[in-house]
């Protein structure tokens, strides 16, 4: 076969430069668009993609896993002619799947939004528009699965690159399209799409739903494009399997059994990103229906913490559940950021351990498995605490309302674990355990659910209350999932020394940041003292890391292109030499 893979560290690399170009791109799209369309216009774009997801998981999430897996596990055993028939027993499954995924988003979304806010169900022209995204990212998966299976993991970076280019430039330009032609049209006739209204305050609220409708364009077009890319990708560089490779190999197990196969190893899988995509839900459903239920009731409570950051109208309209939510997906999209780092590296360990396991290796299983929660400590924890302690500065740099930053507080801190519990299930579905981590997020759900309902109605602590249902959700996962995968390894993970270093250096540099925040307030607030508090924060990182040495020689080794780096940090004395 011709070397296509790139090592777990290689693929990680390719995919976390992926997921840095993908946020950035990102941040240039929700940033600007939360100035076009606001809490409110977030609340409705929100809102669409949280009913997205878990249909888009339920159709797709578990077969590129699945795929992935035996792809992985066929090559190992040199059955060349099982990897091929693969890819083409999946794509039925997936246009059928693809289809009755977006008939259910286009049936079952108005009686949704029914029950989570019956004031305000404006959210759905956007879940229309979204609908489509659904069939067509599910075409993708099965590329995506396929070659994360044989290692390469360039058509998945590829790919999200260029669907993310399409959200930003055309989901922005049609969002503000939509607002500047509702302005135009209330200034010359008084009305917006027909529609009467009082003010321009109002005339931004009535446009409001199809300007968000307008930037989810973006997202169901870049889903083409994404498939594009990826079949383009397939049909110009192939898979790098030679036909000597396929004459060689044994006769291919019939049709019928590989789809059993790939379905029994799907379904679990499936389950559990259902699971994880349900807590969004939960979200939407119970902080706008609990919060509806404590504006009817304690109106009072509410406005007086969160009064002066809502605007006149959306309090008259009976939009603050909407405007709430709006802040909260705000917050969400920063919380995201940490999981979509430690993702690539989900991704990238899924081959990796599954041909560890299946070769018997136990030092290569081990030192697999090592390197991933390493590296994933190494990422999450500083990431996580820098949300959360400086989630102040970080809304205020942004442009997000304040109160995104208050519930940034628990969900910066929930991020660590909600991106440490990624790779942890994808090793636990290299190693055959592939109902475990259905299991724990049915219970980590559970938990979530309840401590949303109970908390988001307590009227002082309302929006808060799904924050705090996020960070126990993911603690219980990432805790009871690193005991299950040293269970079924029979591994004694050293957690201390894993995640210790990591720990104390975040801490440390989150309190040169909170340091350097309150002296840049006196002088420099606003802005800039976002700016020099996170310039604190990773400088204080970064020599806190050399110093402890919480890197190894044989990490750096591992990426293409640090041989002089390396060279220089051995040379002081600052990157370590045995495992942690």
């Known amino acids: 076969m011709k070397k296509r893979g790139q090592g777990f560290l290689g693929g990680a690399l390719i995919l976390l430069i992926a997921v840095g170009l993908v946020k950035v791109i990102g941040a240039f799209f929700k940033i600007p668009l939360n100035a076009i369309i606001g809490d409110v216009g977030m609340g409705y774009f929100g809102t669409a993609y949280t009913i997205y997801h878990p249909i888009f998981s339920l159709a797709t999430a578990g077969f590129p896993v699945a795929i992935a897996r035996m792809v992985s596990e066929n090559l190992e055993r040199k059955r060349y002619r099982d990897v091929r028939r693969l890819h083409a027993v999946s794509i039925p499954i997936f246009l059928l799947l693809g289809t009755l995924a977006c008939a259910l988003m286009l049936l079952g979304s108005a009686p949704f939004l029914a029950f989570i806010n019956r004031a305000d169900q404006n959210a759905l022209?956007?879940?229309?528009?979204?609908?489509?995204?659904?069939?067509?990212?599910?075409l993708s998966a099965i590329y995506r699965g396929y070659y994360e299976g044989l290692g390469d993991m360039r058509p998945t970076a590829f790919s999200e690159v260029a669907e993310a280019l399409c959200k930003l430039i055309l989901g922005l330009l049609t969002a503000w399209a939509v607002m500047d032609r509702a302005m135009e049209e209330f200034a010359s006739l008084g009305t917006v799409f027909g529609q009467a209204v009082s003010s321009m305050d109002y005339a931004r609220s009535a446009a409001l739903p199809w300007a968000a409708a307008g930037a989810i364009l973006g997202v169901t077009v870049g889903s083409v494009i994404s498939l594009l890319t990826l079949w383009v990708y397939h049909r110009v560089q192939g898979d790098g399997i030679t036909q000597e490779q396929l004459r060689a190999s044994p006769a291919p197990a019939r049709r019928r059994i590989?789809?059993?196969?790939?379905?029994?190893?799907?379904?679990?899988?499936?389950?559990?990103?259902?699971?994880?995509?349900?807590?969004?839900?939960?979200?939407t459903a119970f902080l706008q229906n609990r919060i509806?239920?404590?504006?009817?009731?304690?109106?009072?409570?509410?406005?007086?913490m969160y009064g002066d950051f809502l605007r006149p109208e959306d309090i008259a309209q009976g939009r603050v559940p909407t405007a709430l939510f709006g802040c909260y997906t705000n917050a969400l999209t920063l919380f995201m950021l940490v999981p979509a780092l430690t993702q690539a590296f989900g991704v990238s360990a899924l081959p990796s351990v599954t041909a560890a396991w299946t070769s018997g290796s136990r030092p290569k299983l081990e030192s697999s498995i090592e390197n991933v929660l390493r590296?994933?400590?190494?990422?999450?924890?500083?990431?996580?605490?820098?949300?959360?302690v400086l989630s102040g500065p970080i809304a205020s740099l942004l442009g997000y309302n304040p109160i995104t930053g208050k519930i940034l507080v628990l969900l910066g801190l929930g991020s660590i674990f909600a991106a440490a519990h990624i790779p942890i299930n994808s090793m636990l579905q290299a190693v055959g355990r592939l109902d475990l981590p259905v299991k724990l997020l049915c219970v980590g759900l559970v938990i979530k659910i309840g401590l949303n309902y109970v908390l988001t109605g307590i009227p002082e602590i309302n929006v808060m209350g799904a924050g705090f249902g996020t960070l126990v959700c993911y603690f219980f996962l990432t805790f009871f999932g690193l005991a299950a995968l040293g269970k079924e390894t029979h591994m004694e993970l050293r957690l201390f020394r894993l995640?210790?270093?990591?720990?104390?250096?975040?801490?440390?540099?989150?309190?040169?940041?909170?340091q350097v925040s309150h002296l840049v307030q006196r002088v420099l607030p606003g802005r800039w003292e976002a700016l020099f508090s996170m310039a604190a924060f990773v400088l204080g990182f970064?020599?806190?890391?050399?110093?402890i040495r919480i890197?190894?020689?044989?990490?750096?080794?591992?990426l293409p292109g640090t041989e002089k780096i390396t060279k220089i940090l051995e040379n002081h004395h600052w990157i370590g030499y045995n495992k942690l």
């Open 375 to 388: 590296i994933v400590a190494l990422i999450t924890m500083p990431a996580g605490i820098a949300l959360s």
């Open 542 to 547: 970064v020599l806190c890391v050399l110093f």
């Open 499 to 514: 995640f210790g270093k990591p720990f104390l250096a975040s801490v440390a540099a989150a309190a040169a940041g909170w």
């Open 551 to 558: 890197l190894s020689k044989s990490d750096l080794q591992a």
């Open 258 to 283: 590989l789809v059993r196969s790939l379905i029994r190893t799907a379904i679990p899988v499936a389950l559990g990103a259902l699971a994880v995509n349900l807590s969004s839900l939960v979200d």
């Open 125 to 138: 022209p956007a879940v229309y528009v979204l609908a489509p995204a659904v069939f067509f990212g599910s």
């Open 292 to 304: 509806s239920t404590v504006m009817t009731e304690h109106a009072g409570v509410l406005l007086g």
